[in-house]
């Protein structure tokens, strides 16, 4: 695991509302300027709340992506314009969703989505599954191709044989994942998931002054962008 | 032979290998062993291409194969994963056998009879169109050697293959490991189980701090018991009772016997 370092940590809670609003502002504003001002905001908090090298390589690529995204947007004909905003709009969506994921540990993601979003914890307990899962998934993916490479596998030529040859990556990968899934039913199961409808979290979700002010600084800035943009 | 060079290997910056020197005799059975962390597995994914060395080269046979992607050294070097539920996605052990040869540009008729002749050593034959998803682990890890063999490489790296198997279908892989050794195929053996080790290897490799840190017959490893234990090796039970008996050392439980029965005979006598 990567070494963090935060300047300032916030509750679970006020990164998704900031990840949710930023999100929300960038749908509702079609002006780059405003979108540009939302990119700053999220680099910035993504500076101050740390995250480390997973963070950043993930912003990187996520960077290389929007500009592939607006080539292809621009090559099918859109205009310049449209095509550096979509860019943009993905580019802020999926920043705050990473920010959220790489800065808070998935209990507090849990424990902030039952106790302060009021989210059934079936739900919330699927959606950090998921998020914790991803890592392990790439991982794997990275194991298989590499098990496949020493049986000969070279994905090569052109797009749609190269997408058959994925099959050979994915096949293992779902195979894995549906196992994966009933064993942790099971294991889940056995440790009286959803038993019990009032549990007890050992994450904190307190919120304090620093995280209101957050919340409070980051729906100014949006609605500012937004409007005066 | 397989002629590791000088070769160094750093992962997220910390050092894993440290100018390592070793020649492998490719027409044996060499087992690397080690506590975990030092290598092992790392090892032999430097040799089958899926790592870089940051230094040094790996010859197989006179020929540096240390800068050859895994895929084009899938035609000499067979990798048996740990965990063979990472390469197996066909719906059909046969056609999940045959991936290797075709992938690999095999004439399709030299193709079927290797594939044939895997299942048949693999004692996979009668079940050529089961679902690999649905068979047990040890027929898995079978079919796995099926799919290497297949490509009929010169050397297979089998990767803890006996791992979470049941004491049956151990004995049915171990078997096979010798039959395909004693057919002219090279093995390396990555294990922690020193009754395998001592039973089977003709050669092992310790990898310790950074280095190999023994080379030589299990034999001559299991002789001398603090370095064995230095090296965060246990003794096999056969070498263990053998000590406390008193008895010449005896790597197999054969062996064992047989000096036990002699003792016997000796003691008898001398009544």
């Known amino acids: 695991m990567a070494k963090t370092i935060s300047v300032i940590d916030f509750a679970a809670l006020t990164k998704l509302l900031m990840a949710l609003t930023v999100s929300v502002a960038s749908l509702c504003t079609a002006s780059l300027y405003a979108l540009g ?66 800065t808070t540990p998935t209990q507090s993601i849990t424990a ?61 990968m779902v195979f894995k994942a549906i196992s994966r899934s009933e064993n942790m039913a099971i294991s889940l199961s056995l440790r009286r998931f959803s038993d019990k409808k009032k549990r007890t979290f050992m994450a904190s979700t307190k919120l304090n002054a620093g995280d209101y002010a957050a919340m409070l600084a980051n729906l100014l800035i949006c609605i500012a962008a937004v409007k005066f943009a | 032979m397989l002629n590791l060079k000088n070769i160094s290997f750093s992962y997220a910056r910390e050092k894993i290998f440290n100018d390592i020197n070793v020649q492998i005799d490719t027409t044996l059975i060499t087992a690397v062993a080690g506590r975990n962390g030092t290598g092992k597995t790392t090892l032999t994914r430097l040799i089958m291409g899926l790592m870089k060395p940051d230094a040094g080269t790996i010859e197989l046979n006179g020929k540096i194969i240390s800068d050859m992607p895994s895929y084009i050294l899938a035609k000499d070097i067979g990798y048996v994963f740990q965990n063979p539920d990472h390469q197996l996605f066909a719906s059909s052990v046969h056609s999940e056998a045959a991936y290797a040869p075709l992938a690999l540009g095999m004439d399709i008729k030299l193709a079927e ?130 000590h406390e008996m008193k008895l010449e050392l005896c790597l197999t439980p054969a062996e064992l016997y047989n000096k036990i029965a002699v003792r016997r005979e000796e003691n008898g006598k001398n009544n």
């Open chain 1, 112 to 172: 902030s989505l039952v106790k302060q979003c009021r989210l059934p914890y079936d739900y919330a307990f699927m959606i950090t599954a998921v998020l914790r899962f991803v890592p392990d998934l790439l991982k794997e993916s990275k194991e298989v191709r590499q098990a496949q490479a020493c049986r000969g596998f070279h994905s090569a030529g052109n797009p749609v044989r190269r997408i058959v040859d994925y099959m050979m990556i994915l096949k293992p």
């Open chain 2, 113 to 242: 009879e290797n594939v044939q002749q895997a299942l048949i050593d693999t004692e996979l034959a009668d079940k050529q169109e089961c679902m690999p998803q649905l068979l047990s682990l040890g027929d898995k890890q079978r079919l796995s050697i099926a799919s290497a063999l297949a490509a009929v490489p010169k050397l297979l790296i089998l990767d803890e293959p006996t791992s979470g198997q049941d004491c049956r279908e151990r004995t049915v892989l171990l078997r096979l490991m010798r039959k395909l050794n004693k057919k002219g195929i090279g093995i390396i053996l990555i294990t922690h189980d020193m009754d395998i080790l001592a039973e089977h290897a003709d050669r092992v490799l310790v990898l310790s701090n950074k280095c190999i840190a023994f080379e030589g017959t299990p034999r001559e490893l299991f002789t001398d018991e603090e370095r064995t234990a230095a090296l965060g090796l246990e003794l096999p039970e056969a070498v263990r009772i053998s």
């Open chain 1, 37 to 102: 001002i939302l990119i700053f905001l999220e680099l910035f908090c993504a500076a101050l709340m740390g995250g480390g090298k997973v963070l950043w390589k993930g912003i990187g690529a996520l960077t290389v992506f929007a500009v592939v995204l607006a080539l292809i947007q621009l090559l099918f004909g859109t205009s310049l314009f449209l095509a550096v905003g979509s860019a943009y709009k993905m580019f802020i969506m999926a920043v705050s969703l990473l920010i959220l994921v790489a």
